[in-house]
């Protein structure tokens, strides 16, 4: 599996946009992009998955350039609740168990 | 409900006794994970099953981990002569042959294990 380097940590406040960007030099052709978030004591939720361009839904948008090399996750206009953890991890197609590093700690201040 | 569900939700245990964890998974989900986190840590896979297949148990970190899925629904993980070291968030997961990218997996609450 591919390795991703993303920030350890994060600091924004509430309403600014956050860009998280995620390193993963040896992506594999077949490898997809997804992104998870994780709230204190609880499991991580599924945010966004994506192979190239940009992808977007009612949470997030996710940025991947020609390369592929990297990805940059998009949270507009965040609030307090948006507080978490957010892991990158890069994989193939089908159904694997995924590799998560540590993360990147978003903290949102009033 | 329709999520994940996983049972206990907290148990403590005392060193040498076995415990055992149940998940529950989405129905009609295939594939089914189970992974450990440590404080402050990210996930460690442990174990995978998909469908009928043989599992892959790579994750697992000694022969006294050992996971079964009946049925291809519930699945237990059992930790035979627990540790210290053994005491973490165990989370559950779950994900579906319809997924394109293969990589949404839909995970339970977590168990915490607490081994005095």
């Known amino acids: 599996l591919a390795k991703t380097t993303q920030p350890i940590s994060m600091d924004s406040y509430e309403g600014q946009e956050v860009n998280i960007t995620c390193s993963h030099n040896n992506i594999a052709t077949n490898d997809y992009i997804t992104w998870y978030q994780q709230f204190p004591s609880q499991g991580p939720r599924f945010i966004i998955q994506?192979?190239?361009t940009k992808v977007t839904n009612e949470v997030a948008s996710l940025f991947i350039p020609a390369d592929r090399k990297s990805s940059t996750l998009s949270l507009p206009r965040v609030s307090l609740s948006d507080t978490a953890v957010y892991y990158c991890l890069v994989g193939a197609a089908g159904r694997r168990a995924l590799t998560f590093g540590s993360g990147t700690r978003l903290q949102v201040q009033p | 409900g329709a999520g994940v569900s996983q049972s206990p939700s907290n148990k403590v245990t005392e060193k040498g006794k076995d415990v055992e964890l149940r998940c529950d998974p989405i129905?009609?989900?295939?594939?089914l994970y189970w992974y450990r986190q440590s404080l402050g840590q990210g996930l460690e896979f442990l174990i995978y099953f998909q469908g009928n297949s043989a599992p892959d148990k790579s994750g697992l970190p000694s022969d006294r981990f050992s996971a079964e899925r009946t049925g291809g629904s519930v699945s237990t993980l059992t930790i035979q002569r627990t540790q210290q070291e053994d005491s973490a968030v165990y989370l559950c997961?779950?994900?579906?042959?319809?997924?394109?990218?293969?990589?949404?997996?839909?995970f339970g609450p977590g168990t915490r294990l607490t081994v005095l």
């Open positions: 997961a779950s994900s579906s042959d319809r997924d394109r990218g293969g990589n949404e997996q839909f």
């Open positions: 994506g192979y190239k």
């Open positions: 129905s009609g989900h295939t594939a």
